[in-house]
């Protein structure tokens, strides 16, 4: 069965360090998601990405991120100076319309750790 | 604004026992999917059965079915002869037809299932 695939699954850096978080979504998928999860709390909206743009994001996207799909198959979150309170765990998550009734297919997770 | 409900921080349930999961949600979309997600202690995050807001019937995909009551505005999940493997942390997610393409969560119930 096609799923998403995620790497890294760890990620450590250093607080103002720029990382990107890396994802292959299921190859005919429309609909690009990220979402993070601060340990234990509530799985928290970030962006939508459709038709190579932004189609929605949250308050906590603020400038610092940047998502991108460079090729046909990857699609990445960029964070430019990370902060102690961006360590969480970053899911991709792919569907393939952008309707009520697709679920969304998530990846295992990227969890940053920013020291 | 669209908003999911889970009031259960923890459940607690006996091997081959029936559970109950609560989830309600408030929408103003008339057109809305209800999902349900199980993240084992590994962290990823899987899906595991879905309801149409038009669905005549309720949900059922082996041992997990949506007990939906539209009226309500709930979308319970039920696993019943639960496993030990059913331990795990448990997020009903809607996601709306027309106003946004997003899935929002709910914060999650933790289910623990003991011998």
């Known amino acids: 069965e096609p799923e998403v695939t995620q790497t890294p699954s760890h990620q450590v850096t250093q607080m103002g360090q720029e990382v990107i978080l890396r994802c292959v979504p299921i190859?005919?998928?429309?609909?690009f998601y990220w979402y993070r999860q601060i340990l234990g709390q509530k799985v928290e909206f970030l962006v939508s990405?459709?038709?190579?743009?932004?189609?929605?994001k949250s308050e906590i996207f603020d400038d610092q991120f940047s998502v991108e799909r460079p090729d046909g198959s990857n699609f990445t979150l960029k964070i430019r100076s990370t902060k102690l309170e961006d360590s969480a765990m970053y899911f991709c998550?792919?569907?393939?319309?952008?309707?009520?009734?697709?679920?969304?297919?998530f990846g295992n997770g990227t969890r940053l750790t920013v020291t | 604004a669209q908003k999911i409900t889970q009031t259960q921080p923890g459940m607690f349930v006996q091997e081959k026992e029936a559970v109950t999961l609560d989830c309600t949600y408030d929408?103003?979309?008339?057109?809305?999917?209800l999902f349900w997600y199980k993240q084992p202690s590994s962290g990823e995050m899987i899906f595991l059965i879905y309801?149409?807001?038009?669905?005549?019937q309720n949900a059922t995909e082996g041992r997990y079915s949506l007990n939906f009551q539209k009226a309500r505005k709930s979308a319970n999940l039920v696993i019943s002869a639960s496993q030990l493997g059913d331990s795990a942390m448990y997020f009903c997610?809607?996601?709306?037809?027309?106003?946004?393409?997003?899935?929002?969560f709910g914060t999650g119930t933790r289910l623990q299932v003991f011998p």
């Open positions: 998550a792919s569907s393939e319309t952008g309707t009520g009734n697709s679920p969304l297919h």
């Open positions: 190859s005919n998928h429309l609909y």
């Open positions: 990405f459709y038709n190579n743009e932004i189609s929605e």
């Open positions: 929408t103003s979309d008339p057109s809305y999917g």
């Open positions: 309801q149409g807001s038009y669905d005549q």
């Open positions: 997610a809607m996601r709306e037809a027309y106003n946004t393409d997003k899935l929002i």
